[in-house]
């Protein structure tokens, strides 16, 4: 486990490889892990020293729900694990399937409802941080949306709020209505559309947490990734985690398995310092 921390928030002190549940439950589609080896995953994440968990009430699938085995394995939490949960268009896990309209989840009364409902499901009386997920609805406000959290964040159900699936613009919109303390979206070694919105949520002091970090590679990529890999003896999921670490201070890592080995190959990654000549080779393969 890399030693390296981050105050998400200010004040919630996290290591910066964390762990993300999405895979416990095979939502919205695909396959998990038995319960038993579900609850073991998440007990050897917080063993191995990760305290932040990445999470929803909307990851559940056939009756296998992400938050109840984080209670189930992990209640009462340790004093230092920080949960992060999500909200958005969508209200249950299902709803991914339904047509832009009757995504209804932005609504003041619907957010409410997911906010209650990781309460309830995760046996907390506050939040640690919740996302608000865009995307999900084509052309969806974020303002509204928003402000029905800090709202609920005033209430004293929530401790900090971020953001996910949002542009560098929308990221500068929501910082003048709210504190913002963390940005989730799609980024990796290829997929670098977000390098500008990576360098202003560093400059802001807002952690940026990449989801799919180590997918989709090009060949060339791949190439260099193999190259880099073989030179440390790690594997290439393992070179483009640490290639996150490096490339700025304020990405924390969520990556998800399902598989203890695999836990660990991702814990791992935090102890891989590349090089100025891997991350030189490793830019040439873009």
Known sequence: MTTERWALGGDLNVARIGYGTMKLTGWPRGDRPDRETALGVLRRAVER????????HYYARDGVAAN????EALHPYPDDLVIVTKVGALVEGSDIALPDDRKTGLTPDNLRRGVEANLRSLGLDRLD??????????GASLAEPLEALLALRDEGLIRHLGISNVTLEEFEAARTIAPIACVQNLYNLSRRDDDALVD??????????????????????????????????????QVALAWLLARSPNILLIPGTGSP?????NIDAGTLKLTAEDLA???VGR
């Open 129 to 138: 941080v919740v996302n608000l997920r865009l995307g999900d609805v084509d």
């Open 200 to 237: 202003a949520c560093a400059a802001a002091g807002v952690a940026y947490v990449p989801f799919f970090p180590v997918g989709g590679f090009q060949p060339v990529t791949a190439e260099r990734l193999d190259a880099v890999a073989a030179r440390h003896g790690a594997t290439v999921p």
């Open 281 to 283: 080779d490793l830019e």
């Open 49 to 56: 020293g990760v305290n932040h968990l990445d999470t929803s």
């Open 261 to 265: 080995a695999h836990l660990d190959e």
């Open 68 to 71: 109840e085995l984080i209670r």
